[in-house]
């Protein structure tokens, strides 16, 4: 599995349009509205880097509304869970 996170400019007044939108695509997991200097944030699980090409591409970015988009790979995950198992003493 591989996940790629998505950095995304979009239309002000579409942003819950678009995010709906985002979430329904194929290989989008989660969708973020935030603060700051972007408007949204996807995160894009799929099988191969071949798929994040396609879902970026042909899905993320088509969508009316997205202006720009900054894709970001993930090499490890790390979880407050994967933490906590690695420092565990075994009590």
């Given at each position: 599995?591989?996940?790629?996170?998505?950095?995304?400019?979009?239309?002000?007044?579409?942003?819950?349009?678009?995010?709906?939108?985002?979430?329904?695509?194929?290989?989008?997991?989660?969708?973020?509205?935030?603060?700051?200097?972007?408007d949204l944030i996807a995160v894009v699980r799929v099988r191969d880097h071949e798929a994040?090409?396609?879902?970026?591409?042909?899905?993320?970015?088509?969508?009316?509304?997205?202006?720009?988009?900054?894709?970001?790979?993930?090499?490890?995950?790390?979880?407050?869970?994967?933490?906590?198992?690695?420092?565990?003493?075994?009590?």
């Open positions: 599995m591989v996940t790629a996170i998505v950095l995304i400019k979009a239309d002000v007044t579409r942003v819950p349009a678009v995010a709906e939108e985002l979430a329904s695509l194929d290989g989008v997991s989660e969708v973020y509205s935030v603060t700051g200097n972007i994040i090409a396609t879902a970026v591409t042909e899905g993320v970015s088509t969508v009316d509304g997205v202006l720009s988009t900054e894709t970001h790979i993930a090499f490890r995950a790390y979880s407050q869970h994967d933490l906590d198992a690695a420092f565990s003493i075994g009590e």
